[in-house]
Every structure is written in structure tokens, then in C-alpha cells.
């Protein structure tokens, strides 16, 4: 299997500008989760889904982050309009929810927000 | 509320060194606990994990000890290299949840 799949790697925007990320989970894999990791935060989770439907997305940070799930194997992270501090990497991961709950990650997308 | 807490970094150590990364949590029920590592430029990955008491999760010279008594999951190597320079996760996963609850990472260098 190819693991969880990002793109794009890296993203340098202006702010004001509309972001959008993807992911693209593991095959058979019924939950996905998007993360943000920074140095002054860590690794922080933003929004999780199982089965398509977002269950928690109490970690999205304000309404200019939205994330969907269409089908169960792709998702976007939308952040419209970006600002400066939206800079981090972004994670998504996927798992079994039948399983010990164990999550694969994606390489990340770095973002740069000036 | 589940937590994590984690030794605060960096942990400097020479090659062939013993290394311990205490990891300690509060949770309700019994979750399951995780160690994942990320090297420079990557994801995280899974290094090991025990869903239960008294479990020891092993991996790549790795272990930990589920130890519910002390509510720990300390991570051990008896010899680290130069490659396991990376930062290690501690995480819980509250029993039956997907959420997964992350301590903030230590960062390991092993020297030459």
C-alpha cells in the first residue's frame, strides 16, 4: 500500500489567499484525521472523521478552516481567507476504527502563510 | 480529562547509550498507548504499543511497559544510534474512542 497520501508537500501563499490540502487516506481505512503541528503548539488535532461524517471538529481553530470528506478516499482542509500564523504543517492520518486505534500519518504539507 | 505529559526535551545522548523517555497519563477506563516517532522532515510513525495492563509494546529495540499502577508508559533502548536522533510522541487513545491524545513530544540526539 502507498500509506497516506498529501498534497502538495510544500505551499507558500500570500495572506488573503484561499489554501486548500489534500489527502488521500489508506485503502479500507474508515477514519481520518487532520492535524496541525507547529513549535509553539505541538501537534494538534483539528477535525476527525469516520465513515465520511466529521464526529469532532472541536480543534478547528475558526470558521475560516473547513474540512470535508466526499468519499472515503479523499479529503481537503480549506483554510480561506489564510493568515501568517495559519503557518505550520499539516497532517492527516487514517485508521481502522474496528482496530487498537493506531493512525498512519501522511508525509504532512508544510505551509507558509506571508 | 485525557492527557499525556511527557519528560521535556531535548535528550542529548552518545551512541550506545541507555535511553528512557518517561510518559506518564490520566485517562478514564483503560486506554491503549502508543509511542510514535518522527524524523526530520516526516510523519509520524508507529513504534510500538500495549492496549492493555502490563502489556510491553516492542519495536526496533524499543519497549515500554504499560503499568497502570503508575499510570506510565515509560519508552526504554538499551543502545541507542546515531538514527534514532528523532522526536518521540507519547499518545493515548481513550478505550473504545478514535480521539487520539498526544503528549508534546521529546526530542532525542544521539551523538556520534
Known amino acids: 500500500d502507498a500509506g497516506v497520501i498529501q498534497s502538495p508537500r510544500h505551499e507558500v501563499t500570500e495572506m488573503g489567499q484561499e489554501v486548500t490540502l489534500r489527502c488521500k487516506p489508506i485503502s479500507g481505512h474508515n477514519s481520518l484525521f487532520w492535524y496541525r503541528q507547529t513549535m509553539m503548539r505541538g501537534l494538534e488535532l483539528l477535525i476527525y472523521?469516520?465513515?465520511?461524517?466529521?464526529?469532532?471538529d472541536s480543534g478547528m481553530p475558526e470558521d475560516r478552516f473547513s474540512a470535508k470528506m466526499p468519499n472515503a478516499s479523499f479529503s481537503t482542509l480549506k483554510i480561506q481567507p489564510s493568515e501568517p500564523r495559519d503557518s505550520a504543517v499539516y497532517f492527516c492520518a487514517s485508521s481502522l476504527s474496528s482496530g487498537y486505534g493506531e493512525q498512519y500519518f501522511g508525509p504532512g504539507t508544510r505551509l507558509t502563510v506571508t | 480529562g485525557n492527557s499525556v505529559t511527557q519528560m521535556e526535551g531535548p535528550v542529548t545522548l552518545s551512541e550506545e547509550a541507555f535511553l528512557t523517555i518517561n510518559c506518564t497519563y490520566t485517562?478514564?477506563?483503560?486506554?491503549?498507548l502508543f509511542w510514535y516517532v518522527q524524523y526530520p522532515g516526516e510523519g509520524l510513525q508507529l513504534l510500538l504499543k500495549a492496549t492493555k495492563a502490563d502489556d510491553k509494546g516492542s519495536n526496533k529495540g524499543f519497549e515500554a511497559t504499560y503499568r497502570k499502577e503508575t499510570t506510565s508508559f515509560h519508552l526504554e533502548k538499551g543502545s541507542v544510534q546515531v538514527s534514532d536522533s528523532a522526536v518521540y510522541f507519547c499518545a493515548l487513545s481513550p478505550s473504545g474512542g478514535q480521539n487520539f491524545v498526544f503528549g508534546p513530544g521529546t526530542r532525542l540526539s544521539v551523538l556520534p
Open positions: 485517562a478514564t477506563g483503560y486506554p491503549s
Open positions: 472523521f469516520n465513515n465520511n461524517v466529521p464526529i469532532d
